[in-house]
């Protein structure tokens, strides 16, 4: 029996990176997945492979409107949801906090955070009929912190916080509630972000050497640890941030 056999999917942010590796593995595990992503073509492409069980919708997380409309397909198409993996995420701007402009704080805090507020209160009724979970993408910088991405750790800490209380509140319903934290993972994201560095040379030895695993992944390690919190081996895991880091965070290396 297939991990995620029969299992149904909503997926933000699932078009590119580590939510696209997401997707594929969820089809693999024989889920059902519905994508919901900002970015048409990307989309488009991923829609047109006609794989079977595969569904999308094209809108942006951080307006509540457009995740109604993309959890009401989801419903239409499926007719249950058993998970949400809220994966969506910016990394600009890549900044001290007195560099950053309100718009750049609300917007990276609205589609970072907000989006969970938004998939939360739309979705989390059909969650509880199936006494489903709910997985959310942090990241490592969430717990440790990070030069110049003063706003990104911000989004990131709150999300684990977030996670926990969730986890919490949804408990007595059944519905489960985890966070995934990877440090780097190579993704048009990180790529940006690499660029955006004064030292973007040698960011690929830096990238490498902060993972004590000796290299920085694609985002398939991700997405088989996505796997498992979704599955029903995960069925006593709730309120975990789960490193998927290459042990990034253990301590001083020389
Ligand atoms: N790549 C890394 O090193 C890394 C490390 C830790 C955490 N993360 C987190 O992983 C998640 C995915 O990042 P990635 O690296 O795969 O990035 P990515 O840019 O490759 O993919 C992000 C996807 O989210 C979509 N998206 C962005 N804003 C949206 C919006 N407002 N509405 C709907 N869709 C939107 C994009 O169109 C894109 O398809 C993010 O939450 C990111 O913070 C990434």
Redesign the pocket.
Known sequence: MKQLADKTIFI??????????CVQAYLSAGAKVFV????EQ??ERMLRTGVPGLGGFK?????GP?VAAALQHALDLFGNLDSIH??????SPSKAIDDTTEDEWDLLM???LK?IYWTTKYGISLLKKNKGNILN?????GEMGQSLHAV?TA??GAINALTKSMALDYAAAGVRVNA???????????R??ADQQSDSAQITTYLNEIHALGY?PE?DV?ADVAVFLLSDAARFVTGCIMPVSGGAELGYKK
């Open positions: 933000t942010g699932g078009a590119s990176g580590i939510g696209s590796a919901m992503d900002k970015d990307a989309l809108g942006d997380v951080s307006k457009d809220n994966n969506a995420g910016i990394s609205n589609v970072n989006s993408t942090s990241s490592m910088t990104y989004s990131k995934i934290a990877p440090a780097g993972v190579w993704t048009p994201l990180l940006q972000w920085c985002g991700v």
